[in-house]
């Protein structure tokens, strides 16, 4: 017997693929991941309990022996020590010794503050003459040295051959009414350019201090720059 399709047959949709599989995959593999994660959360509250409970006994103990320490702090007997003899100062070992009391006749070999009395000089020499005293030199009236800091300037040269005003303070000492050369400018570097130009800023300063009638800048005037 032949069979014959008809259009309308050969175009009707098959059958549908079922979800079905997938979905209860997915909800399998989704309750075992949530059992997981809630272990997890369950051992970590478990162990913040424990640290907690811990914690709160290390607490507990320290202030138990705390109080039984003061406890026994507070028992103890107030017991006031005796310094032994080696720890008195001299005066409180000598006050320690029994008073020796010297028999007449007997010569008297220890002396302290506490059995010794003395006898007056015996010192029998005559002082010397009154003119011996008057002829003791008198004793040296020399100040110490003074530091002065004065301002000083000087045109100096440049590299490239240019002349450029160099200026600042030096430092000089001062000792009986002259001024000591050695010590103009010891504040800059030695043997430097700069220190050079203070020397001779130096010079010029003392001349024109000599001019005004400073007798100290006098001695100075002619130094070596």
């Known amino acids: 017997m032949d069979l014959q399709l008809s259009p309308e047959d050969r175009l009707a949709p098959g059958p549908k693929a079922s979800n079905r599989p997938i979905i209860v995959i997915t909800l399998i593999v989704s309750t075992i991941v949530g059992g997981f994660g809630w272990k997890l959360y369950q051992e970590d509250q478990e162990k913040n309990r424990k640290l907690e409970s811990l914690e709160r006994h290390n607490a507990e103990l ?21 310094p032994h003899y080696y720890e008195l100062n001299t005066e409180e070992r000598e006050a320690e010794k029994p008073i020796r009391i010297v028999a007449p006749g007997e010569r008297q070999t220890v002396f302290n503050d506490r059995n010794y009395t003395p006898k007056g000089a015996v010192n029998s020499v005559a002082p010397p003459a009154q003119r011996h005293y008057n002829n003791t030199p008198a004793r040296s009236t ?23 005003w160099e200026s600042g303070n030096f430092t000089y000492m001062v000792q009986a009414g002259r001024v000591d050369t050695g010590s103009v400018c010891k504040n800059e570097n030695y043997g430097s350019l700069r220190y050079r130009d203070c020397r001779k800023g130096a010079k010029a300063y003392f001349t024109q201090r000599c001019k005004s009638g400073d007798t100290v800048a006098c001695t100075a005037q002619h130094m070596a720059p």
């Open 142 to 164: 020399q100040q110490p040295p003074q530091q002065r800091v004065a301002p000083w300037k000087w045109e100096s040269f440049a590299s490239g051959g240019r002349k450029k």
């Open 62 to 82: 320290k202030r138990q022996e705390d109080e039984w320490r003061e406890q026994l702090e507070a028992q103890k007997p107030r017991i006031e020590r005796t």
